[in-house]
Each structure stands twice: as C-alpha cells, then as structure tokens.
C-alpha cells in the first residue's frame, strides 16, 4: 500500500525555522511536494520537486525562506526547511507524491498528485 509519512511540525514563534520531512513507501514517484491548507482557505501549493533531476518550484509566497530538497541517498524522502517563518504560514502541510506530466519538471498543481499524506500542522506565533 503507498504511504505518505509526514514529520517536522510543531509551534513556533514568528522569524523562526521548522523542517518537515516526508518519507514515501511503496512506490517510485517522480513528483513529490509539499502543500499547505489554513483555515477557511483553499488548499496551496508550496513547492514540488521532481525527483530524477532534482528540478524545485516553488510558490512565490514562500521563496527565499522555505527550501525543497530531497536525500540524495533515498530519494523517495523529500524535506522541507522553513525558514523566516510568520503568522501567515500558520497551516496543515501535506506532502503529496505523483507521476511527472512535464518531463523533468513538476507542477504545483494539487490536481496532480495522487497520492497524499495526513498533514502535520505549522503554527506560527507573533
């Protein structure tokens, strides 16, 4: 069965960092990401990475502070360091994996992704 395992979230207080981590089983994705959904809004992306080249996107909210890796060792493991965080990253983070519909690229479209994890939650104080 595919599986998502989310880690890394917690409490912070506003300029602070959080990594998360999601590890995949079960399968080889070649798009992994991460999304996030506050309350009362639409779920987001936040950045995706394609596993093969390595190639990032990210969301224009998020850039410069938050950074989209992968283990070089397991590349179904992917990471997301947040950092400079504010009140307005308050959210669940959901890691999602999925096929590459643009070569070696990935969109940041939840719509393609399959497969999702349970959310782990970021709160973000000020």
């Known amino acids: 069965q595919v599986q998502l395992v989310e880690s890394g979230g917690g409490s912070v207080q506003a300029g602070g960092s959080l990594r998360l981590s999601c590890a995949a089983s079960n399968w080889d994705y070649s798009c992994m990401g991460w999304f996030r959904q506050a309350p009362g809004k639409e779920r987001e992306g936040v950045g995706v990475?394609?596993?093969?080249?390595?190639?990032?996107?990210a969301t224009d909210s998020v850039k410069g502070r938050f950074t989209i890796s992968q283990d070089n060792a397991r590349k179904n493991t992917v990471y997301l360091q947040m950092n400079s965080l504010t009140p307005e990253d308050t959210a669940m983070y959901y890691c999602?994996?999925?096929?590459?519909?643009?070569?070696?690229?990935?969109?940041?479209?939840?719509?393609?992704?399959?497969?999702w994890g349970q959310g782990t939650q970021v709160t973000v104080s000020s």
């Open positions: 990475i394609h596993t093969r080249s390595g190639n990032v996107a």
């Open positions: 999602a994996a999925g096929l590459s519909r643009a070569g070696l690229n990935c969109y940041i479209d939840s719509s393609k992704y399959a497969y």
